[in-house]
């Protein structure tokens, strides 16, 4: 289901697939382990990927020709009406507390995971990824729209979630070697 999700995401705004890749790429550079391109939800994305490009090999020539070549640079160019310069996105993302919070979460654990190996440690790596990578497409659309913002503000917030987890399981006192209530063995 998630690779399902992934790649209908990745067709209905393909820079999503920036995104989904980046985050993949990130885990399997982590992982070292080249297995984890053979799992279901990799096969599932690229499948439901393939088929929207088929897709789109299979229409009318006049509907590819009107979809790409008249409404795509249509919608490109309505939209740069609500362009903004970079220096704005900036303020926009320093003036919002939980985009600010999200960040320092993100960081805080791609900090974490370099320092030090953690029992959650491919969480918080794929979800500083995909903050980093949220941070990059605010960037890259130059829009100052909240909604922009929601992926960075979730991962973000998911990594501090994450980094608390982290933290409740880790925090027993020294010398104490019974099992971690969350159950993760340190």
């Keep these: 289901m998630l690779g399902i999700q992934a790649g209908i995401g990745a067709g209905l705004k393909p820079l999503f697939l920036l995104v989904a890749v980046n985050v993949e790429l990130v885990l399997l550079f982590a992982s070292r382990r080249r297995q984890t391109l053979r799992k279901p939800e990799i096969f599932a994305f690229l499948i439901v ?15 590819r020709d009107a979809f790409f070549g008249r409404w795509l640079p249509l919608v490109h ?12 996105v900036v303020e926009t993302i320093l003036e919002s507390p939980i985009s600010l919070a999200a960040m320092a979460a993100a960081l805080a654990a791609a900090m974490v995971c370099a320092q030090r190996r953690t029992w959650l440690r491919h969480h918080l790596i794929a ?13 890259l659309q ?25 933290g409740a399981g880790s925090g027993r006192p020294a010398g104490d070697n ?6 993760n063995g340190s």
């Design 49 to 63: 990927t393939a088929l929207y490009l088929i897709h789109w090999l299979l229409v009318p020539v006049a509907m």
């Design 127 to 139: 979800m500083a990824s995909l903050a980093g990578m949220a941070l990059v497409l605010i960037f």
């Design 77 to 88: 160019y309505g939209y740069g009406a609500y362009s903004v310069s970079f220096e704005q």
């Design 142 to 166: 130059q829009r100052d729209w909240s909604s922009h913002r929601i992926p960075l503000n979730v991962a973000g917030l998911l990594c501090l979630a994450v980094l608390v987890i982290e």
């Design 178 to 183: 019974r099992p971690s209530p969350l159950g």
